[in-house]
């Protein structure tokens, strides 16, 4: 069975930095492109980043561009997310995906990232 | 692109039909999903290519249109249809969610 299992999230203020990972089995994750969509407390949902099967492609949205950097280690069937320059707005539940034709069919459970001092 | 989703919220008696609107700011072709999220759960997709159920999801879940026009219909609503329901499109990075169309049970 797919499985994503997110990890890294917690509290931290406002300017400063956290690392995301997701890790995945139950399929080849070097042959499928991953994802990272958030979701505000209460609020819906935004994607934040897409990037290719080899890197070779990588998409951000422009409220975090310049911030967050997508990464993979396809040895190690993970996905990551370097999240810099922190800002109260970006507190969310942040779920790694795995796309379908542009859809999401497979979520982690999400971790929570809380920007505050 | 811009989804906007109507009506906020629909409330239906069990065994009702239940259709849920999302409409696009310009043509996104056949390129939208729905997904259904319970509280405290990830989302779930329901249907991808604006059409396609996806394996394992009940047959009542249908949808429909292309272009800037979506409909999700739930045929039958039963109770665990509970939920709030999003659409997506991936016509074109960003790829953007609607807001969300509530669906309570009567």
């Known amino acids: 069975d797919v499985l994503l299992v997110e990890s890294g999230g917690g509290l931290v203020q406002p300017g400063g930095s956290l690392r995301l990972s997701c890790a995945a089995s139950g399929f080849s994750f070097s042959t499928y492109s991953m994802i990272w969509v958030r979701q505000a407390p209460g609020k819906g949902l935004e994607w934040v980043s897409y990037?290719?099967?080899?890197?070779?492609?990588?998409y951000y949205v422009d409220s975090v561009k310049g911030r967050f950097t997508i990464s993979r280690d396809n040895a190690r069937s993970s996905l990551y997310l370097q999240m810099n320059g922190l800002r109260a707005e970006d507190t969310a539940i942040y779920y790694c995906?795995?796309?379908?034709?542009?859809?999401?069919?497979?979520w982690g459970q999400g971790t929570l990232v809380t920007v505050s001092s | 692109i811009v989804m906007t989703q109507s009506p906020v919220t629909l409330s239906v008696s069990p065994g009702e039909r239940a259709t849920l609107s999302c409409r696009a700011t310009q043509s996104v072709r056949s390129n939208v999903a729905w997904y259904q999220q319970k509280p405290g759960q990830a989302p779930r997709l329901l249907v991808y290519?604006?059409?396609t159920r996806v394996t394992g999801i009940p047959a009542r879940f249908s949808g429909s249109g292309s272009g800037t026009d979506f409909t999700l219909t739930i045929s039958s609503l039963q109770s665990e249809d509970s939920a709030v329901y999003f659409c997506q499109h991936y016509d074109a990075w960003p790829f953007t969610f609607g807001p969300g169309t509530t669906v309570d049970i009567k």
């Open positions: 290519s604006a059409s």
């Open positions: 995906g795995r796309p379908l034709q542009g859809s999401v069919d497979y």
């Open positions: 990037i290719s099967s080899t890197s070779g492609t990588i």
